[in-house]
């Protein structure tokens, strides 16, 4: 299809320079900021002379601009580079430990770290937001068809309640409960997928507010459309005008909701609850990446997630140009 | 056909009968009425006509007839009688079973009455569906398409894929027609179904109405505020004042001795175009105030089927004209034709591609910052919606003395005397200087953005559709101010419209438009008097009036939609709809012949002593009012 092939290759190429910059940006960032990295590469022991020395070895004493180019060329290739602080076993290495010399094979690669954390992360993300949804979409729909009733209502001081618990505390009580007290369901690190789940809960309680209000106002604003009400007057029965086309209706702002504000929401999410949890997922390894200042790993890290970033807000836009042809893309 | 449906009624029974309807509506100060006692009959087969103006509860009384009355309306009173049941009684499922089946609806809104989400053939197959359950989708689909092939929409089976906003709105009112009749209903009730359309296509659409009314020997039910429109359907009329019937005729008795004051009132309401005596246009100087050069603007689509492709829509095509200082022109065509386009070019939101537009020897196009903003001063658009170009948070007075800010023409304490004096000009009352705008009609609204533009004392306004949202009342107040403030000010009007009457009334020259082109140019006399060309006559010949007209339906009446401008015909771009084109009219584009020292003109090849005679309009029901026509001529 002629149109698909132009959306793609036109969001494509804007999504390659949109990435581009921000790798650039971070990268720069990265440089400019106080700390030499070399130092924290070789822990605050070693003589200048062996700092200077690897540093000029790994070209960190060249130009940004010089270093920039030769990263993305790695990037182009795969290859992330490694991280500054983990050993090949995947702990931290941290300085101290080779002040003889530095050799960089001896540390994690980052793309083998973020390959390792990805799929936990993934799984975490995904199930929190089908958590999320599964709560919002009975919700905001009934919600959506009684504007003003109690549903409406109901739905109202749900994602207010919501949304004004802060998921600190949210985690904490749900591990007291399902964890300590109960003994359902595993809390802390991840030993298999029951430990998932209370995590998942975290964050599903944090994204399903903005989706309860979002589903309910694009239902309500398409039963106040004249398709609506022409559609039953027509002869169609409610039913099916709220299955078929209400609800594909609500999906265009639901979709640039979520492209627009649930990601960016889900991304954030993440780290908290990975952190909170001990869950071995991207946000936890950045996190400690951080506090390490393991730099390679922050700005893969940052690099993956505009790109995931650019590649939603794509699917997202291809979505909607798909159900509503009206749209220009 | 009837599938669980109440009783058949009796031949020659009454259909539909309605008793002592009434329906309030509800507000914060109690109950107001809408419609009170209204009681009505619909026979088999019969087309009855309601005449009312907006405000008259007409499609209030038209949802009552499907029991489709929503909070804040409710049913006070009254009965409606369908099959010998009682419509408003009856428990919800058993009046969606009725629905769509024996009695379909079509509204005034075409355009907005499908899901704009899903391709207009889907629909109608889910309907077809829905109503006669258990045909099977590959069989409602060529029924779908074959209907839509009868009712002239052309490449049905191509047009069945697209998506509502790609129907035009006389398209969309096609295939809801289908929509409405492809359950054969017993009943049709039509709201308004002619109002948002083009004048030829609704003389198309009527045309369809009544044949398909024919042959599926549905009674409909047609409401309409033009009494035009109605006279040409129905074979009985109500007439609704303020929800209450004060006539019910058979239609030509009705028109011929209405008995009522208020259908008298009516009557006399609409507008006449051949029979009133137009007031002769103001002299204009010989001065030309703008010049418009072969301008032509065309915009670039992306094109969904080919891969970085785009097309090129041509919206305007080499329009040149002139206006003189003092004088009205007028642009009528209808929707589609460029007009909005040249609006945007003349009033400088957009610049030609090719041409000049000068005004008073300069070109509009080269001008930037300061001097654009000075020209914009002496050169104002008025556009139609009164509604959102008033901001609602600021009060009426700083509305107005907004643009005299912007242009710091009028020192700080000057302006408040300044504006009043406009307000006072256009018909405001000073005391509503302060107030919001929340509560002012749609007429005040209107003053208020002439108001606005007036006080920058401009030398042109250019209204596009200005009055358009207007009814006769305010539109002829209206108009009195503008020619007062012509005497005054010696001020030009470009008047863009497709209001024939309207543009009948006020015009000294008129610009016939038709697919981004000029195609007839003339005095405003000669224009209707003697159209020469065929657009233009058939223009003429689909507006609905209650006089005879001198170019009959039959001879000029359209077929089809005008093309895309994106494939323009080579040749006359009218060639494809023209009843009277020939061989010549598919090779040669027929260039704008200015045969007057005015600069009239007219594109075609053909004479006009061609064209069939113009059938002078008969001294018949009327009186003698018709023969203004020596009177007038210039
Ligand atoms: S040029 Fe030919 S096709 Fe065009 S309007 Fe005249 S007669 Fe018709």
Not at chain 2, 286 to 302: H, I
Not at chain 2, 376 to 387: A, T
Not at chain 2, 580 to 608: E, K, M, S, Y
Request: with cysteine.
């Amino acid at each position: 299809m002629a149109f698909a092939f132009e959306f793609f290759l036109r969001r494509l190429s804007q999504g390659v320079v949109i990435v581009v910059l921000v790798a650039f940006v971070i990268f720069t960032l990265l440089r400019v900021v106080p700390g030499d990295p070399i130092r924290i590469i070789l822990g605050p022991m070693t003589p200048a002379s062996v700092l200077e020395e690897t540093a000029r070895a790994l070209g960190l004493r060249d130009p940004i601009l010089v270093q920039f180019g030769r990263f993305m060329g790695e990037v182009a290739t795969g290859d992330l580079g490694r991280s500054f602080i983990r050993g090949l076993q995947g702990g931290s290495a941290g300085g101290s430990q080779d002040v003889a010399g530095y050799s960089p094979e001896s540390r994690a690669s980052v793309a083998g770290l973020i390959a390792t954390a990805l799929p936990y992360s993934l799984q975490l993300a995904g199930l929190g937001v089908a958590f999320a949804l599964l709560v919002a979409f009975p919700i905001g729909i009934a919600a959506g068809l009684r504007a003003g009733r109690w549903p409406d209502r109901l739905g109202l001081y749900a994602s207010s309640f919501f949304v004004s618990l802060p998921n600190i505390w949210v985690a904490v009580v749900l591990i007291f409960l399902l964890s300590a007290k109960a003994g359902l369901l595993p809390a802390i690190g991840y030993q298999g997928f029951a430990y998932t789940i209370i995590p998942a809960m975290v964050l599903a309680i944090e994204l399903s507010p903005v989706m309860i209000r979002a589903i309910s106002v694009a239902v309500a604003a398409n039963l106040g459309e004249a398709y609506y009400d022409a559609g039953i007057v027509r002869g169609l029965s409610r039913r099916t005008m709220v299955a078929r086309h209400v609800l594909r209706n609500a999906a265009v702002p639901l979709l640039n909701l979520f492209g627009a504000q649930m990601i960016g929401m889900l991304l954030g999410g993440l780290f908290v609850v990975e952190y909170i949890f001990s869950y071995p997922g991207i946000g936890m390894l950045t996190i400690s990446a951080v506090f390490q200042r393991d730099f390679p790993v922050i700005q893969a890290v940052a690099i993956l997630a505009s790109g995931v970033l650019v590649a939603i807000n794509m699917l997202v836009d291809f979505a909607s140009t798909m159900i509503d042809r009206r749209l220009k893309f | 056909m009837a599938l669980g449906s109440p009783p058949v009624p009796r031949p020659e029974a009454p259909l539909m009968e309605v008793r002592g309807l009434s329906v309030a509506v509800q507000t914060a100060s109690g109950p107001r009425p809408v419609l009170e006692g209204v009681s009505l009959t619909v026979a088999p087969r019969a087309v009855l006509g309601i005449i009312g103006e907006s405000g008259s509860g007409k499609t209030v009384l038209s949802r009552a007839l499907v029991n489709w009355i929503r909070p804040p309306l409710a049913v006070t009173a009254g009965t409606v009688r369908y099959g010998g049941e009682d419509l408003l009684a009856l428990p919800e499922a058993r009046m969606a079973a009725l629905r769509g089946r024996e009695i379909a609806y079509i509204g005034a809104n075409p355009t907005s009455a499908l899901d704009p989400t899903v391709p207009v053939g889907h629909q109608l197959v889910e309907k077809l569906c829905a109503v006669l359950p258990g045909t099977a989708r590959r069989d409602a689909r060529a029924r779908v398409v074959a209907t839509l092939d009868a009712v002239r929409i052309p490449s049905p089976a191509k047009r069945f894929e697209e998506y509502p906003f790609q129907f035009s709105g006389g398209m969309m009112q096609r295939a809801l027609i289908v929509d409405a009749l492809v359950s054969n209903p017993r009943l049709l009730i039509a709201d308004n179904i002619t109002q948002p359309l083009d004048v030829t296509v609704a003389a198309q659409i009527l045309r369809l109405l009544r044949e398909l009314q024919k042959e599926f020997a549905t009674a409909v039910v047609f409401i309409s505020s033009a009494l035009g429109i109605v006279s040409e359907i129905a074979d009985d009329v109500i007439v609704l004042d303020r929800g209450r019937v004060v006539e019910e005729r058979p239609t030509g008795a009705l028109l011929r001795s209405p008995e009522h004051a208020y259908t008298r009132e009516l009557i006399a309401k609409v507008p006449r175009i051949w029979s009133g005596a137009a007031r002769p246009p103001p002299p204009a100087d010989t001065d030309v105030v703008l010049d418009v050069r072969d301008v032509e603007r065309t915009y670039e689509v992306r094109d969904r089927s080919a891969i970085f492709a785009t097309r090129r829509v041509r919206a305007v095509r080499g329009v040149s004209f002139t206006v003189r200082r003092g004088e009205n022109f007028a642009i009528i065509g209808e929707s589609g034709c460029g007009k909005s386009t040249l609006s945007r070019l003349l009033s400088c939101l957009e610049a030609p591609d090719r041409g000049q537009i000068l005004f008073q020897g300069t070109d509009i196009a080269t001008l930037g910052g300061r001097d654009l903003l000075a020209l914009r001063r002496r050169f104002q658009l008025l556009l139609q919606d009164p509604y959102n170009a008033i901001a609602a948070h600021s009060a009426i007075g700083a509305t107005i003395a907004e643009p005299l800010r912007i242009h710091g023409l009028v020192p700080r304490r000057h302006l408040r005397a300044r504006v009043a004096e406009v307000m006072a000009e256009v018909g405001l009352a000073p005391a509503l200087y302060d107030q919001l705008p929340a509560g002012l009609s749609a007429g005040q609204r209107q003053r208020v953005n002439i108001a606005r533009a007036l006080v920058l004392e401009p030398e042109m306004l250019i209204l596009d559709e200005t009055l358009s949202a207007l009814d006769q009342v305010e539109q002829a107040k209206l108009l009195d101010l503008f020619e007062r403030l012509q005497t005054r000010r010696g001020i030009s009007y470009v008047y863009i419209s497709h209001d024939l009457a309207m543009v009948r009334r006020v015009s000294a020259r008129i610009a016939v438009m038709y697919l981004g082109r000029i195609v007839e140019l003339s005095g405003n006399h000669a224009l209707f008097a003697r159209a020469s060309h065929p657009y233009t006559r058939a223009l003429l010949s689909a507006v609905p009036t209650v006089e005879d007209k001198p170019y009959p339906t039959a001879t000029y009446l359209l077929e089809g939609e005008p093309p895309d401008p994106i494939d323009i015909p080579p040749g006359c771009s009218f060639r494809t709809r023209c009843p009277f084109a020939f061989g010549r009219c598919a090779t040669d584009d027929p260039a704008l012949l200015a045969t007057g020292p005015d600069g009239v003109g007219r594109a075609c090849h053909r004479d006009a002593d061609d064209l069939p005679a113009v059938v002078p309009p008969a001294a018949g029901q009327g009186g003698g009012a018709r023969q203004a026509e020596g009177a007038e001529a210039p």
